[in-house]
């Protein structure tokens, strides 16, 4: 959330900015306090003003502190010039024997099924619309099936207590 009292600060402590939006530094002038765009460092998320130390997605660090695109890469969030290191969302990082790349976490050959967010190939963290996670594995839900899921509970849990002295 933006500080709207200091342009470009993200977080502040009441008073002063502590954090400046990506792309910004946080600059300190006696009791003045601003966020500066790092200049002359394009793409980059986190300068000093003169030093870029990091870059923004889809940018990786290279020398001479500058911010070169992950060109070589589909689908890569985060890499480091040489290998995607993070894969967008709806993508999981596969190497397939020395080579690296982003498949589709919806992928019918290689992911999981109704699979739209995965952390790998086979671990599944959000489901497609209509289906639910459980185990690591998407699973078709309704209400029809919630239904008679806990009828057959409740028919299960009156048949065995009526039995009972």
């Known amino acids: 959330m933006l500080d709207s009292s200091i342009p470009y600060c993200m977080k502040s402590d009441g008073k002063y900015c502590v954090q400046c939006v990506a792309g910004y530094y946080l600059l300190t002038n006696g009791t003045n306090v601003s966020c500066n765009i790092c200049v002359n460092i394009g ?3 986190v300068c000093d003003g003169i030093v870029c130390s990091s870059c923004l997605d889809n940018f990786y660090l290279q020398q001479p502190l500058t911010c070169s695109p ?3 890469f589909s689908n890569c969030l985060k890499c480091d010039g040489k ?3 993070h894969c967008n969302d ?3 990082l596969y190497n397939d024997g020395g080579s ?3 498949l589709s976490c919806s992928d019918p050959v290689t992911a999981i099924d109704k699979c739209v967010r995965c952390w790998n190939q086979n671990t599944c963290r959000k489901c497609d619309s209509g289906y639910l996670l459980d185990d ?3 699973f078709f839900f309704s209400f029809i099936f919630l239904n008679l899921f806990f009828t057959k509970i409740f028919q299960f849990l009156f048949k065995n207590h009526s039995s009972l002295p």
């Open 70 to 72: 992950c060109t070589n």
């Open 100 to 102: 690296v790349s982003c």
């Open 43 to 45: 793409n980059c998320s």
């Open 83 to 85: 290998n995607c290191v």
């Open 90 to 92: 709806g993508f999981f």
């Open 136 to 138: 690591n594995q998407s």
